[in-house]
Protein backbone atom coordinates (compact mmCIF):
# COMPACT_ATOMS: atom_id res chain seq x y z
CA UNK A 1 0.00 0.00 0.00
CA UNK A 2 1.59 3.26 -0.97
CA UNK A 3 1.13 6.24 0.88
CA UNK A 4 -1.87 7.87 -1.82
CA UNK A 5 -3.52 4.50 -0.90
CA UNK A 6 -3.44 5.07 2.86
CA UNK A 7 -5.26 8.54 1.97
CA UNK A 8 -7.53 7.17 -0.13
CA UNK A 9 -7.92 4.56 2.23
CA UNK A 10 -8.55 7.51 4.99
CA UNK A 11 -6.16 5.68 7.30
CA UNK A 12 -4.31 8.84 6.94
CA UNK A 13 -5.31 12.47 6.96
CA UNK A 14 -5.55 14.85 3.92
CA UNK A 15 -7.39 18.23 2.88
CA UNK A 16 -9.79 16.64 0.28
CA UNK A 17 -10.82 19.41 -2.07
CA UNK A 18 -13.11 16.83 -4.01
CA UNK A 19 -13.86 13.59 -4.13
CA UNK A 20 -16.05 11.13 -6.05
CA UNK A 21 -16.18 7.34 -6.47
CA UNK A 22 -13.08 7.06 -8.95
CA UNK A 23 -11.43 10.20 -7.95
CA UNK A 24 -9.72 11.83 -5.07
CA UNK A 25 -8.42 15.40 -5.05
CA UNK A 26 -6.40 17.05 -1.76
CA UNK A 27 -3.62 19.30 -1.08
CA UNK A 28 -0.11 18.46 -1.57
CA UNK A 29 1.42 19.02 1.59
CA UNK A 30 4.15 21.01 -0.67
CA UNK A 31 1.80 23.85 -1.47
CA UNK A 32 4.07 25.25 -4.45
CA UNK A 33 2.20 27.52 -4.18
CA UNK A 34 -1.31 28.44 -2.20
CA UNK A 35 -3.88 26.04 -3.63
CA UNK A 36 -1.53 23.36 -5.20
CA UNK A 37 -3.69 20.44 -5.20
CA UNK A 38 -3.39 16.45 -6.22
CA UNK A 39 -5.71 14.43 -8.46
CA UNK A 40 -5.27 11.01 -8.13
CA UNK A 41 -6.94 7.87 -8.85
CA UNK A 42 -8.95 5.76 -6.65
CA UNK A 43 -7.44 2.94 -8.17
CA UNK A 44 -3.78 1.84 -7.71
CA UNK A 45 -2.75 3.28 -11.07
CA UNK A 46 1.32 3.14 -10.91
CA UNK A 47 1.78 6.01 -13.42
CA UNK A 48 0.87 7.38 -17.70
CA UNK A 49 1.75 3.84 -18.83
CA UNK A 50 -0.47 1.95 -16.48
CA UNK A 51 -3.98 3.50 -17.09
CA UNK A 52 -6.85 1.56 -18.65
CA UNK A 53 -9.37 3.30 -20.97
CA UNK A 54 -12.14 3.81 -18.47
CA UNK A 55 -9.68 4.69 -15.20
CA UNK A 56 -8.13 7.47 -17.76
CA UNK A 57 -11.65 8.83 -19.19
CA UNK A 58 -12.99 9.12 -15.30
CA UNK A 59 -9.28 11.02 -14.13
CA UNK A 60 -8.47 12.78 -16.65
CA UNK A 61 -11.94 14.37 -17.39
CA UNK A 62 -12.23 15.82 -13.59
CA UNK A 63 -8.95 17.53 -14.88
CA UNK A 64 -10.65 20.20 -15.67
CA UNK A 65 -13.59 20.78 -13.25
CA UNK A 66 -11.32 20.63 -10.31
CA UNK A 67 -8.78 22.90 -11.95
CA UNK A 68 -11.99 25.49 -12.22
CA UNK A 69 -12.88 25.34 -8.62
CA UNK A 70 -9.21 26.25 -7.85
CA UNK A 71 -9.38 29.01 -9.82
CA UNK A 72 -12.79 30.23 -8.70
CA UNK A 73 -11.18 29.57 -4.83
CA UNK A 74 -9.22 32.83 -4.88
CA UNK A 75 -9.09 35.84 -7.36
CA UNK A 76 -5.68 36.28 -7.24
CA UNK A 77 -5.29 32.73 -9.33
CA UNK A 78 -4.63 33.60 -13.15
CA UNK A 79 -3.48 30.52 -14.46
CA UNK A 80 -2.65 26.86 -13.32
CA UNK A 81 0.26 24.63 -14.06
CA UNK A 82 -0.64 20.86 -14.71
CA UNK A 83 2.52 18.59 -13.97
CA UNK A 84 2.82 14.83 -13.25
CA UNK A 85 5.62 12.97 -12.98
CA UNK A 86 5.86 9.33 -14.25
CA UNK A 87 8.52 6.96 -13.03
CA UNK A 88 11.72 7.96 -10.87
CA UNK A 89 13.82 8.95 -14.12
CA UNK A 90 10.99 11.68 -14.06
CA UNK A 91 11.28 13.02 -10.40
CA UNK A 92 7.80 10.53 -9.20
CA UNK A 93 8.51 10.19 -5.63
CA UNK A 94 5.11 8.43 -4.90
CA UNK A 95 4.49 5.51 -7.01
CA UNK A 96 0.63 6.66 -7.62
CA UNK A 97 -0.24 7.91 -10.19
CA UNK A 98 -0.88 11.95 -9.41
CA UNK A 99 -1.91 15.45 -11.18
CA UNK A 100 -0.15 18.45 -9.95
CA UNK A 101 -2.82 21.25 -10.36
CA UNK A 102 -0.63 23.94 -9.72
CA UNK A 103 -2.17 27.39 -9.02
CA UNK A 104 -0.40 30.59 -10.61
CA UNK A 105 -0.67 34.06 -9.49
CA UNK A 106 0.99 36.69 -11.34
CA UNK A 107 3.33 38.04 -8.70
CA UNK A 108 4.51 34.43 -7.82
CA UNK A 109 7.97 34.18 -9.63
CA UNK A 110 7.53 30.58 -9.53
CA UNK A 111 9.93 28.33 -12.04
CA UNK A 112 7.48 25.97 -12.60
CA UNK A 113 10.15 23.52 -13.80
CA UNK A 114 11.81 23.42 -10.62
CA UNK A 115 8.29 22.83 -8.67
CA UNK A 116 8.54 19.52 -7.82
CA UNK A 117 11.46 20.58 -5.34
CA UNK A 118 10.04 23.24 -3.64
CA UNK A 119 8.62 22.54 -0.07
CA UNK A 120 6.28 25.45 1.70
CA UNK A 121 4.88 23.14 4.49
CA UNK A 122 7.16 25.02 7.20
CA UNK A 123 4.95 28.09 5.86
CA UNK A 124 1.32 26.64 6.70
CA UNK A 125 -0.78 25.87 9.53
CA UNK A 126 -3.16 23.21 9.61
CA UNK A 127 -5.63 26.08 10.09
CA UNK A 128 -4.14 27.32 6.87
CA UNK A 129 -4.51 24.54 4.63
CA UNK A 130 -7.89 23.62 5.80
CA UNK A 131 -8.88 27.16 4.94
CA UNK A 132 -7.60 26.63 1.29
CA UNK A 133 -9.03 23.11 1.26
CA UNK A 134 -12.87 23.99 2.03
CA UNK A 135 -12.73 27.41 -0.12
CA UNK A 136 -11.56 25.12 -3.09
CA UNK A 137 -14.17 22.40 -2.37
CA UNK A 138 -17.14 25.28 -1.76
CA UNK A 139 -16.87 25.70 -5.41
CA UNK A 140 -18.04 22.47 -6.65
P1 LIG B 1 5.95 13.45 -7.12
O1 LIG B 1 7.31 13.90 -6.67
O2 LIG B 1 5.50 14.01 -8.42
O3 LIG B 1 5.81 11.95 -7.03
O4 LIG B 1 4.94 14.10 -6.09
C1 LIG B 1 4.63 13.54 -4.85
C2 LIG B 1 3.99 14.64 -4.08
O5 LIG B 1 3.28 14.06 -2.99
C3 LIG B 1 4.96 15.66 -3.48
O6 LIG B 1 4.71 16.93 -4.05
C4 LIG B 1 4.66 15.61 -1.98
O7 LIG B 1 4.66 16.90 -1.39
C5 LIG B 1 3.27 15.00 -1.96
N1 LIG B 1 2.93 14.28 -0.74
C6 LIG B 1 3.63 13.25 -0.18
N2 LIG B 1 2.99 12.81 0.93
C7 LIG B 1 1.88 13.57 1.07
C8 LIG B 1 0.82 13.61 2.02
N3 LIG B 1 0.77 12.76 3.06
N4 LIG B 1 -0.17 14.52 1.84
C9 LIG B 1 -0.14 15.37 0.80
N5 LIG B 1 0.83 15.39 -0.12
C10 LIG B 1 1.84 14.51 0.01
Known sequence: MDIFDKIIAGEIPSY???EDEDVLAFLD???VTPGHTLVVPKKNVDNIFDYDE???KKVLLKLPVIARAI???DDKITGLNIQ???GPSAGQTVIHSH???IPRYDDDNLNSVLAPTIDNSAHFSSEQYQAIADSIASQF
Open 16 to 18: KVY
Open 29 to 31: ISQ
Open 54 to 56: DTA
Open 71 to 73: KAS
Open 84 to 86: SNN
Open 99 to 101: WHL
